[in-house]
């Protein structure tokens, strides 16, 4: 009887050719998904922009959400830029010293903050802050049907959720990214020149040679284009939640992966656009 | 500029007169609706809805009875047939087509659907703010009007997770009333209640029908709800509308489908025979 038991509990083991199936279908089904998700953003994309310009214009929520996405991510934005541009500054004056090129650690933060990590930084905090929030917000509202519940009484749920959102999206990310560059360049300051002991006055004036407007616009223009994606990620995820309060939680995951992949592949994207050195 | 909204012509206004005195509010008419090319959950529904009474949608878990709900206010797209509206077929209004059309209706979600990030007022206050141009204090009048109709006043200044089920409830009916609508739906007002609470709610559909004239579409599978209340009664069962009738008919119905339905529902029917 318990062997006969033991025998009926004993996995099946699949066959080959339903492990290749199975791998076969993964194959195929993961790319259509992807091509899918794309499709799907462009569709809000496009219907975001077209309620963006209709009335009625509820300026009352665009300020309630740069309050939210910009200013309640004033410190989280501002501590990480410490810290990022010391941690770079203590690294770049560490390995130039072996060379003898301390002194070109202040060009090479510049650089690299401007273009590159105050927009991606800045974006990836807004992301795991409002982001997550905000998925969880509009997903908690679509499984209690307050989102059926403002489409009944003739309230756009994109025009009145995500439209806000976005604007403050794009207004908010290069804010909070000028905020990172100058924190951390303070950073990278503090560090070089009071504990590595390099010239204040050199750190500023190769900060000024190298870095110039152009950088800091590529790093505004970065820093837009990762707002709107970030708050259009998290608003879809949101939307499309089902199922209670696991479904709010897959939504709130979705959006905070998905916003940071995004991030990362615009901004090698948007990164070869501006320097017109072709993507691949 | 291409959002304007389209003006009413004076036909259009006369046929609106004309509708007003039409005993039948709601025609549905061979509604169909299936999800990404799966099997239809609605199989060609076909019932009406009667003016200034009291309309209620039964059926058992699975028969349609939501996705009914979810056409019925155009939350989605049928892929076939008609709901006349005063005469006008919904189905093929675009957004802002829909706009006046949707101030017809008041919708009681199941567990309210109050905006959890506003207090009761506030929400009462919504589709005042939403869509005409009252002062600040002909809202706070009105909004307050309405919590007092429904004895809720007292939570107006509170959020709806610090209310209770049947605050948030009657909450939600005075949000759902405050445009004065002409039609209300109701999705499984007394579900998960216990039945003194559920008859309260009952009452509180009966007195608001007749309070205010309105239309009510009361979606339930609660069939205490049809008898204390119900005027009129339709059962939807997979799909299609079994029956349509009224309260008093339907225990002397022949129809083994609602036969069945009514029996596990613990009435009893007369003799088929």
Same mark, same amino acid.
């Given at each position: 009887m318990a062997e006969a038991g033991a025998e009926d509990q004993e996995p099946s083991q699949p066959s080959w050719g339903e492990a290749l199936k199975t791998v076969g279908r993964s194959l195929v089904e993961r790319p259509v998904s992807v091509v899918s998700e794309i499709g799907t953003m462009a569709a809000l994309v496009y219907s975001t922009a077209r309620w963006a310009i209709r009335?009625? *214009?509820?300026p009352r929520l665009l300020i309630d959400q740069l309050e939210f996405i910009g200013v309640q991510s004033i410190f989280i934005v501002g501590l990480t830029g410490f810290f990022v541009g010391a941690v770079f500054g203590l690294q770049l004056v560490d390995g130039f010293r072996q060379f003898g090129a301390e002194n070109q650690a202040g060009s090479v933060v510049g650089l690299a903050l401007a273009r590159e990590l105050a927009p991606v930084f800045s974006a990836l905090m807004i992301t795991s802050r409002a982001g997550s929030a905000m998925a969880t917000e509009i997903a908690s509202m679509r499984v209690t049907n307050q989102i059926d519940a403002l489409t009944t009484m003739s309230v756009n749920p994109i025009q009145y959720l995500i439209v806000p959102r976005v604007i403050a999206g794009v207004i908010a990310g290069p804010v909070m990214t000028l905020l990172f560059f100058l924190i951390g360049i303070s950073g990278a300051y503090l560090v070089g020149v *009071?504990?590595?002991?390099?010239?204040g006055g050199i750190f500023i004036e190769r900060v000024k040679w190298f870095v110039d407007v152009g950088d800091v616009q590529q790093g505004l223009v970065k820093a837009a284009v990762f707002g709107a994606a970030l708050t259009l990620i998290a608003c879809r995820q949101g939307f499309l939640a089902s199922g209670g309060a696991a479904g709010v939680g897959r939504a709130t995951n979705r959006a905070v992966v998905q916003s940071a992949v995004a991030i990362l592949v615009l901004d090698y994207i948007v990164t070869g656009i501006i320097l017109g050195e072709g993507l691949f | 500029m291409f959002w304007r909204k389209k003006e009413t012509t004076p036909e259009e206004q006369a046929a609106a007169a004309a509708a007003a005195d039409d005993p039948i509010h709601i025609r549905v008419r061979d509604l169909v609706k299936s999800y990404?090319?799966?099997?239809?959950?609605?199989?060609g529904v076909t019932f009406d809805i009667h003016r200034s009474r009291i309309n209620i949608i039964i059926g058992g878990s699975g028969a349609g009875k939501s996705v009914f709900t979810r056409q019925l206010l155009r939350l989605e797209q049928p892929d076939s047939g008609s709901i006349l509206v005063d005469g006008v077929?919904?189905?093929?209004?675009?957004e802002w087509a829909l706009v006046p059309i949707r101030k017809k209706f008041g919708m009681v979600f199941q567990f309210g659907a109050?905006?959890?990030?506003?207090?009761v007022f506030d929400n009462v206050a919504f589709p005042l703010r939403e869509h005409t141009k009252m002062s600040a204090k002909e809202v706070k009048e009105r909004v307050m009007q309405r919590l007092e109709d429904f004895r809720v006043a007292d939570a107006?200044?509170?959020?709806?997770?610090?209310?209770?089920g049947g605050m948030q409830k009657r909450s939600a009916l005075a949000r759902a009333l405050v445009l004065e609508p002409q039609i209300l739906v109701y999705d499984?007002?007394?579900?998960?209640?216990?039945p003194v609470s559920s008859r309260r709610v009952d009452e509180l559909m009966a007195e608001t029908s007749e309070r205010f004239g309105v239309t009510s579409v009361i979606i339930t599978h609660d069939m205490a709800t049809v008898f204390e209340i119900g005027q009129h009664v339709n059962m939807l069962y997979q799909g299609r509308i079994e029956t349509s009738t009224t309260p008093e008919e339907i225990l002397r119905t022949d129809n083994a489908v609602v036969r069945d339905f009514l029996k596990a529902s613990g009435v009893s029917v007369a003799d088929g025979s």
């Open positions: 009335p009625p *214009y509820r *009071y504990l590595m002991g390099i010239d | 990404d090319g799966g099997p239809q959950i609605l199989k077929d919904i189905i093929p209004l675009d109050l905006f959890d990030s506003m207090t107006a200044h509170k959020l709806p997770g610090q209310i209770s499984e007002p007394t579900s998960g209640l216990d």
